[in-house]
């Protein structure tokens, strides 16, 4: 295997540095090299709750950094070039150019030695740190002649093998899709992936797979989802680079599953760099298709620039699209968090989507907050719109709470006396097709008007389940004087409808 140069800046080797340090490791049995060279310091490195503490500044100073100390702060400064790191004794905060990181294990003093973990010092000043388990030594590698964070393109080859089994496959009860390590058994994908699940696999290999224990954070106006893993993986995250050090024309790599295939490679340039609905956005022509959402979009230099997101189908001019990477800086603590200390949310904190955007599950402030039609009726368990444009019909939907939740939808087409049989069936087919796409097919259909009695009805109904599937009855009938009406109706679970 080709091995990378040093200068190649690598967070990924840093992670593996701190698994195999055990809480009874020898203090004095640890050593540090820096470029080959044995560092020697008057407090040496120990190992606190599988963590190495290195003195701070022996470390920086070897980088050739400045390091200040605040006595009345108990802040510490550290300075190189464009680079600048706070953080403050006692306290799991740093900085790194104004950007807020975590640490495992906070800075502290020991024999009057400020001692800080290594994972600490591979973020701060890009340098490539590796462990040798065998010989009890920490080794750091930095390019003494050029600026941090420079390095040498890779062959796409060399790109591949850095970054492929970093890229995971994902499969939800719902759809598939692709995620990137970028943490402690932590995957970043879109949100759209992992809309509306129960449960997830992430498949490492096509017979290797983890289950998702839930999902850390969320994002829906960026597209953007961190999903944690049931247990830590020994997988080195990839390295996070920036969009705004793109330009356009230059050459970018996607790793993903279009179409289920696993971690599949394609490669193109950069067609344009500008911001959609708020979110900066990477169009570029490396090829993707359906199952590609949440893969990784790279540099030359092997960085995670991008969240591969969407395309435009039929387009001869290779229209793809990635959520930048810059967009997932608010969530950049997690990256460096201990898995076990990695909060997750409850699982599908919203149900599935009814309409104008609102989600089963929502609370009534929720629902008043999304609903762009008027409220005319307002009780203890149930909302009332009006007015509200769906298929180009104006509806009253009664919105159906219990426990402050969200869980049904009773939907009038108020016109729906106006039909006769044909634009009753219109709409029936019409929207039928919709919640097919959203649901699939249905398990009972009633497309017989003349085996209903005295009140002929079209008919779908959807059995649903007691998690992120509604049942849904929706049917069309023909009331006593030949006149249509017409109900939409969206459940949790087949008990409400055979309680009505």
């Known amino acids: 295997?080709?091995?990378?140069?040093?200068?190649?800046?690598?967070?990924?080797?840093?992670?593996?540095?701190?698994?195999?340090?055990?809480?009874?490791?020898?203090?004095?049995?640890?050593?540090v090299y820096i470029n080959g060279q044995k560092q020697i310091y008057d407090q040496p490195p120990v190992a606190e709750n599988g963590r190495t503490l290195v003195p701070l500044r022996g470390i920086f100073e070897s980088l050739g950094a400045d390091v200040k100390w605040d006595s009345k702060t108990n802040k510490i400064t550290a300075t190189k070039e464009d680079t600048v790191v706070t953080l403050t004794i006692g306290s799991k905060t740093t900085y790194i150019n104004g950007v807020k990181t975590l640490i495992d294990v906070p800075a502290k003093v020991i024999n009057n030695?400020?001692?800080?973990?290594?994972?600490?010092?591979?973020?701060?000043?890009?340098?490539?740190?590796?462990?040798?388990?065998?010989?009890?030594?920490?080794?750091?590698?930095y390019n003494e002649t050029d600026e941090p964070g420079q390095s040498e393109d890779?062959?796409?080859?060399?790109?591949?093998?850095l970054n492929d089994h970093k890229v995971v496959k994902i499969e939800t009860n719902t759809g598939q899709g692709s995620g990137v390590f970028v943490g402690e058994g932590l995957i970043l994908t879109n949100a759209h992936v992992v809309d509306q699940m129960t449960d997830a696999a992430v498949y490492f290999s096509e017979s290797t797979l983890e289950w998702v224990d839930g999902i850390v954070a969320y994002d829906e106006e960026v597209d953007l989802a961190l999903l944690k893993l049931q247990h830590p993986i020994n997988i080195d995250p990839v390295k996070i680079g920036s969009s705004y050090d793109l330009v356009k024309g230059e050459k970018v790599v996607a790793i993903g599953s279009p179409l289920g295939f696993q971690n599949t490679?394609?490669?193109?340039?950069?067609?344009?760099?500008?911001?959609?609905?708020?979110?900066?956005?990477?169009?570029?022509?490396?090829?993707?298709?359906?199952?590609?959402?949440g893969g990784g979009l790279f540099n030359m230099r092997g960085e995670l620039v991008g969240i591969t997101s969407s395309g435009i189908d039929g387009s001869n001019a290779d229209i793809n699209f990635s959520v930048a990477i810059d967009e997932a800086n608010k969530w950049k603590s997690y990256f460096t968090m201990d898995h076990s200390k990695l909060p997750v949310m409850d699982w599908n904190p919203l149900g599935p989507k009814l309409i104008s955007g609102v989600s089963l599950g929502m609370t009534k402030e929720d629902v008043k907050e999304i609903e762009v039609g008027?409220?005319?009726?307002?009780?203890?368990?149930?909302?009332?719109?009006?007015?509200?444009?769906?298929?180009?019909?104006?509806?009253?939907?009664?919105?159906?709470?219990?426990?402050?939740?969200?869980?049904?939808?009773?939907?009038?087409?108020?016109?729906?006396?106006?039909?006769d049989r044909n634009e009753a069936e219109d709409l029936f087919y019409g929207l039928t097709y919709e919640l097919e796409n959203e649901y699939g097919y249905a398990d009972e259909y009633d497309l017989d008007w003349l085996d209903d009695g005295l009140n002929p009805e079209i008919a779908a109904l959807w059995y649903g389940d007691s998690t992120d599937i509604p049942a849904i009855y929706f049917y069309v009938y023909e009331n006593d004087y030949a006149e249509m009406e017409s109900t939409v109706r969206l459940y949790i679970s087949l008990d409400h409808i055979l309680e009505e």
């Open 154 to 161: 890779l062959t796409i080859s060399e790109l591949v093998e």
């Open 1 to 31: 295997m080709k091995r990378l140069s040093k200068y190649l800046v690598s967070l990924v080797v840093a992670f593996s540095l701190i698994l195999p340090v055990s809480h009874h490791a020898s203090a004095a049995a640890i050593s």
């Open 113 to 141: 030695r400020t001692l800080v973990p290594l994972r600490f010092v591979s973020e701060a000043f890009n340098a490539e740190v590796k462990w040798d388990g065998a010989k009890m030594r920490v080794n750091i590698t």
């Open 265 to 293: 490679v394609s490669d193109g340039i950069v067609s344009n760099l500008y911001e959609m609905d708020g979110v900066r956005v990477i169009q570029n022509t490396a090829s993707t298709d359906h199952g590609s959402s």
């Open 374 to 419: 008027t409220l005319v009726e307002e009780s203890a368990n149930s909302l009332i719109f009006t007015d509200i444009d769906l298929m180009n019909y104006y509806v009253t939907a009664e919105y159906i709470f219990e426990n402050g939740k969200l869980i049904g939808l009773e939907v009038y087409f108020d016109e729906a006396y106006l039909f």
